[in-house]
């Protein structure tokens, strides 16, 4: 039987500040809005949950460079489709995993905080996995795999498989790396050796790349976060 053409978009439930406590990260917004967009295009149901119910608005990505046209517009009405399904979240432990084909998680990097040990979200993704579903990430998304095993085999389930994920060089880039420590987090291209996934990347940093293994989709940033997307609907489609 086919995984049902219903998708869970995660988001961070974390809260943080960067750069000496100036901005608060939290939802990267269109690493949730994209990946909605191309899903819901595609003929899926989509919904959205945090671990806790809520989300905090990155103010990185509620710039002109990252939110302008018809995304700003989305964003701004309040009354959006996307914008009431995010606004009015469930807990990620009251929804039936069973109920879902592709498991999405966005990102921003309040991530790195609350997706380690989101065992809800984690336990959703899981089941997709185990019954033959698609499961993908963005950005700092793989957080979510810190803690997520494949059910099969009790391992990891990103070990012996290839990932991709912001790089430790965009953070150093931003010059955030003294607040991510402070966090006792771990980074991505960590979070990949630790249990033992092949990283890889784009040359450029902020380039749209994304990586395939099997039913295993992960992009490396917010400009991947489309095409991530359609990339884990083709997937599904040839499942």
């Known amino acids: 039987m086919s995984p049902q053409r219903r998708a869970l978009i995660s988001v ?18 269109s690493e949730a809005l994209h990946p909605y967009n191309v899903l819901r295009a595609a003929g899926f149901e989509v919904d959205l949950a945090s671990e806790t119910g809520s ?21 701004e009405d309040t009354n959006s489709e996307f914008r009431k399904k995010l606004d009015n979240m ?12 592709l498991f999405y998680a966005s990102a921003g990097h309040a991530a790195l905080i609350d997706y380690p040990t989101a065992t809800s979200l984690q336990r959703i993704a899981e089941e997709v996995w ?7 990430s963005v950005c700092h998304g793989p957080a979510i795999f810190a803690n ?12 012996g498989k290839k990932i991709t994920g912001f790089t430790t060089e965009a953070e150093h880039t931003m010059k955030i790396m003294d607040d991510l ?35 295993l989709v992960t992009g490396q940033n917010p400009a991947s976060a489309a095409s991530t997307a359609i990339a884990a609907v083709k997937v599904f489609e040839q499942l």
């Open 12 to 29: 961070t439930s974390a809260q943080a500040t960067l750069f000496n406590g100036t901005e608060t990260t939290g939802l990267f917004i």
């Open 55 to 75: 989300y905090t608005p990155d103010w990185l990505s509620q710039q002109p460079d990252f939110l302008q046209g018809e995304d700003l517009k989305t964003w």
């Open 90 to 101: 469930p807990k990620a432990a009251d929804l039936d995993a069973s109920r879902y084909g």
């Open 130 to 136: 185990a019954n033959g579903g698609v499961v993908a």
């Open 148 to 159: 997520l095993l494949d059910r099969a085999t009790g391992e990891p389930l990103i070990k």
């Open 181 to 215: 420590r402070s966090w006792n987090t771990e980074m991505v291209e960590e979070i990949a050796e630790r249990l033992g996934a092949t990283y890889q990347r784009a040359p450029g940093i902020w380039d749209d790349y994304h990586v395939i293994d099997g039913r």
